[in-house]
């Protein structure tokens, strides 16, 4: 499914007062599959790592060796999980671009 499949209508804000102006909704239809994809994928192994660490986390890490694990929930707790996974990789994009920040203001102070 790609962005231009999902309706409009999903991303209104009730509480809006002129709810058929999405500014947000509009700039993610204009987007390439491309561009999409690219802002889909962890920039780096380590923010990767982190979000497969912190699901596995959620889900319970039991050795897979030793243990036959299957899980089984509801849409509600599989959406909230899902939930929980994006604002983590969303946090985590966020951090990782900061210390993009940090590390390139140390530079340039130190080449001052």
């Known amino acids: 499914m790609s962005n231009k499949d999902i309706p409009q209508s999903a991303f209104k804000r009730s509480d809006s007062k002129n ?37 596995t986390g959620l889900l319970g890490n039991m050795p897979q060796s030793d243990f036959q694990v299957e899980i089984s929930t509801n849409r509600q707790n599989l959406g909230q999980l899902l939930a929980s996974a994006m604002l983590s990789g969303y946090f985590l994009r966020n951090a990782e671009q900061r210390m993009g920040f940090e590390q390139s203001l140390m530079g340039t102070q130190l080449n001052s």
């Not at 700039?27 to 380590?46: F, N, W």
């Open 19 to 55: 709810s058929s102006e999405n500014s947000l909704w509009h700039y993610v239809q204009s987007l390439s599959p491309e561009t999409i994809t690219h802002l889909s994928q962890p920039e780096s192994q380590e923010v990767f790592e982190i979000i497969e660490h912190n699901i």
